[in-house]
């Protein structure tokens, strides 16, 4: 068994078995057996955010070395610009800050945690009795790669790991993890942090559905700071990097809203069968209760 495919079958297995657990425990049991019933129409009716999501998709990984090669040639040169304003901001994280509980932690987060924290939020907005929530999670998705994939041929910058200004713990950990890291990102994607955007996107969205998901709402905020934080611990993005993923990310949320507005005549609650609808989800909080 190759290397990529070793990490990519340890990837599916601790999301999924994660995704379950917070499933059973946050949706309920009997809400994920309606849902896997529900699929077919579900993602029918969100065909047209999940088909631009796909073009994204697939228009990074086929194009990902070509717009490397316009951005070596056409993008802004910033990587001189980014240290010169910042510094040695992330080398002293390391210099003060690295352990080696610490950098277990978030090595497990920048792979394991971060891919959970984008995924579980499909299940958990399909579970809604609207499909609003769900489409505007996807759009902001697409929005956020999209708007990346210009960003990174426009500018072209190298991490603090590339300039020797900090070391790369996330490999240093755990060398395998080069093999997945390698196949879908390169080195000059740096500005924005496309990680940190991907999972400030989730934790808002979990902030926004927090009558729905009250626990989510703080373990998708833990999640998403821990992914920000791994980003300049492993030594890969500038801090400059994860503040312009925070900008990206609420501007992708702004947009979903605007883009996908709400479904008053979608299926609320009430039409589910009488004896689902008359007792709440177990171990998930029914729109409307868990307060703010």
């Known amino acids: 068994m190759s290397v990529l495919l070793s990490v990519i079958l340890r990837l599916i297995f601790w999301v999924g078995v994660m995704c379950f657990i917070a499933g059973i425990a946050l949706i309920g049991p009997r809400r994920l057996y309606e849902v896997a019933h529900e699929v077919v129409p579900i993602l029918r009716d969100a065909k047209v955010p999940i088909a631009g999501l796909l073009v994204v998709l697939v228009a990074s990984a086929v194009g990902r070395g070509a717009l490397q090669t316009l951005s070596e040639l056409v993008g802004f040169e910033l990587t001189g610009a980014i240290f010169a304003l910042e510094g040695n901001f992330v080398g002293w994280i390391q210099a003060n800050f690295v352990t080696t509980e610490a950098t277990i932690y978030f090595s497990w987060i920048y792979i394991y945690g971060y891919v959970f924290l984008l995924v579980f939020p499909f299940i958990a907005y399909a579970a809604l009795p609207k499909t609003t ?114 900008g990206l990310a609420l501007a992708c949320v702004y947009l979903s809203y605007r883009l996908i507005e709400d479904e008053d005549g979608a299926r609320e609650p009430d039409d589910r069968p009488d004896e689902l609808a008359a007792e709440p989800t177990d171990g998930a909080a029914v729109a409307g209760d868990g307060g703010d």
């Not at 500005?191 to 902030?207: C, E, M, R």
């Open 133 to 246: 929530m769900f489409k505007r999670l996807i759009v902001a998705y697409a929005l956020n790669y999209a708007i990346g994939l210009v960003i990174y041929t426009l500018v072209f910058a190298h991490g603090p790991r590339n300039l020797d200004v900090a070391t790369s713990l996330l490999y240093s950990f755990n060398p395998d993890f080069q093999a997945l890291t390698s196949e879908v990102n390169e080195n000059t994607n740096v500005f924005p942090s496309l990680h940190t955007s991907l999972a400030v996107t989730a934790g808002v969205f979990g902030i926004l559905t927090r009558r729905e998901y009250p626990i989510w709402v703080w373990l998708s905020v833990w999640l998403a700071v821990s992914v920000m934080i791994s980003t300049m611990y492993l030594g890969i993005h500038w801090l400059i990097d994860v503040i312009a993923g925070i």
